[in-house]
């Protein structure tokens, strides 16, 4: 009897079992590599960049191409995101699936615009990721999706490694779509986001937002404070003047950041100290590396250097931007709350005392001696 009680309850399981009937295969989808957002006279217009299976190896066709001719680019316009996201779909002749989506390109003309009245598709919709690089084009979004370098199949591929290489060797700020919305989130944190141009394919900086609106730019070597404070990563390589007419070439490999807020009266002081080291990668001067009178010199003129760009781009941030960055907000709203509850940061920030001090050590001199 018992086993007859469980062999019912097991048929009335199996009958209650949905299995998979919403299934799709994925040849029944059309995979989105990436997409494009642009401001248009009817609202927005949503691009995607769709590889063509047939045209890429491995894809069971005769050789494979690459470049444009691999991908086909689909546009669709309307008030809402998704509104022109459904355009799209009126084209291709399967379902549009952007779970495979890893790059989201953002116009510049709508990113100074404002970009919360079209974030919210983004959060909504399921096959988002919230892992998306997200980045600023120059110009128009739309024209990132029809580069054509010669390096991937997939043209977006390239956009998509260049982003991760540089992130990965500290240069670019390490920042997404998930980022971007903690940023819009916390009243102690402004968001940034890469610059890219389409025109050279590359990377020329970062763009700088207040709240949801882009406000300006910091090209590639006003970036480096940024990565620096912001993110503690190395940056890219600086040159300083040695000898008469000469270049030295330093290349950073470690860094370390401490920060030191305090108030007397007035505005918040910040002190940003940064201890960089690493090594030369290239010397076009006659001076001898291996005389420590020599060596002292030049670090002076590596911390003399980056100071300056430092204090230029504070300038830059607290009174042409009027953002905060660097987000040194998040460090008093964590770590001096009662600083934080009286003050106004947004108001405050403008005014606030930034000192920020650079400690460069050159400790290599790479494979020659000299």
């Known amino acids: 009897m018992l086993t007859r009680c469980k062999l019912a309850c097991l048929l009335i399981s199996l009958i209650l079992l949905g299995g998979c009937w919403d299934a799709r295969e994925i040849e029944d989808r059309v995979l989105v ?6 401001r248009h006279p009817k609202g927005v217009e949503v691009s995607v960049q769709v590889p063509i299976p047939l045209k890429i190896v491995g894809s069971g066709g005769a050789a494979g191409e690459g470049g444009q001719e691999s991908v086909q680019v689909f546009s669709g316009t309307g008030k809402t995101i998704y509104e022109a996201a459904n355009q799209i779909q009126f084209q291709v002749n399967r379902r549009l699936f952007f779970g ?34 997200t980045v600023v084009i120059k110009g128009k979004a739309k024209k990132a999706l029809e580069i054509n370098p010669k390096l991937e199949q997939v043209p977006i591929e ?6 991760e290489t540089g992130i990965s060797d500290g240069y670019f700020p390490k920042v997404g779509l998930n980022d971007f919305y903690v940023a819009l989130s916390n009243p102690s944190k402004q968001a940034v986001l890469n610059y890219l141009d389409p025109e050279s394919v590359r990377w020329i900086g970062t763009a700088i937002f207040q709240q949801d609106r882009m406000v300006g730019t910091l090209n590639s070597q006003e970036s ?19 000898g008469r007419s000469g270049k030295i070439v330093f290349t950073p490999d470690k860094i370390r950041r401490h920060i030191h807020v305090y108030q007397k009266k007035g505005p918040p002081t910040i002190q940003v100290t940064l201890d960089l080291k690493g090594e030369i990668v290239e010397k076009t001067c006659s001076d001898d590396l291996r005389k420590k009178s020599v060596r002292n010199r030049l670090d ?17 941030l607290q ?11 998040d460090t008093i709203r964590a770590y001096h709350p009662k600083l934080w509850g009286k003050i106004d ?26």
């Open 319 to 329: 009174r042409k931007m009027n953002s905060d960055a660097y987000q040194l907000g």
């Open 224 to 242: 480096l404070p940024l990565v620096h404070i912001r993110d503690k990563q190395v940056g890219e390589p600086l040159s300083v003047p040695c």
């Open 100 to 133: 495979s989506n890893r790059l989201l390109l953002v116009g510049e003309g709508l990113a100074r615009e404002g970009l919360s009245p079209y974030l919210d598709a983004f959060k909504r919709h399921f096959q988002i990721r919230r892992k998306l690089w």
């Open 345 to 370: 940061w947004d108001k405050e920030f403008p005014h606030a005392i930034v000192k920020i001090r650079y400690n460069v050590k050159a400790l290599r001199n790479g494979l020659y001696y000299k």
């Open 33 to 38: 590599a990436a997409m494009a957002v642009d």
């Open 158 to 163: 390239y956009v998509i490694t260049m982003l």
């Open 300 to 316: 002076r003129y590596l911390k003399r250097a980056y100071q300056k760009k430092a204090e230029h781009v504070s300038q830059l």
